[in-house]
Nanobody, 128 residues
Framework: QVQLVESGGGSVQAGGSLRLSCTAS????????MGWFRQAPGKEREGVAY????????YLPTSVKGRFTISLDPGKNTLYLRMNSLEPEDTAIYYC?????????????????????WGQGTQVTVSA
């Protein structure tokens, strides 16, 4: 059983930075894909960044590319999301997610129903 606990959210002005953390207990990072999703008010939950067991990373949507960085510290069982140049459109609840990988190089689909485990979420608010 994987348990995910996020921290690091808060309120910042546009252009600021935040680093989110997700402590994952019970996860084997050799067989688990990790990711970050977000859900803005009135919108569907969407994937933001993913990390494969191989270390490969992906970023969606395109608006976060070059601004967000996902990373993993296996020694601390912690997944991070570094967010720079934050924009008001980044305001959302951010969720840590985990799912069993198909291989070290494949995580399958990252639709919301495909996620096996969720954290409780952490609020990020960016003011103009």
């Amino acid at each position: 059983q994987v348990q995910l606990v996020e921290s690091g959210g808060g309120s910042v002005q546009a252009g600021g930075s935040l680093r989110l953390s997700c402590t994952a207990s019970g996860a084997n990072f050799e067989t688990t894909c990790m990711g970050w999703f977000r859900q803005a008010p009135g919108k569907e939950r969407e994937g933001v960044a993913y990390m494969y067991p191989s270390g490969h990373t992906e970023y969606l949507p395109t608006s976060v590319k070059g601004r967000f960085t996902i990373s993993l510290d296996p020694g601390k069982n912690t997944l991070y999301l570094r967010m720079n140049s934050l924009e008001p459109e980044d305001t959302a609840i951010y969720y840590c997610a985990a799912k069993r990988s198909l291989s070290r190089f494949s995580c399958g689909d990252w639709r919301v129903p495909d996620v096996g485990y969720w954290g409780q979420g952490t609020q990020v608010t960016v003011s103009a």
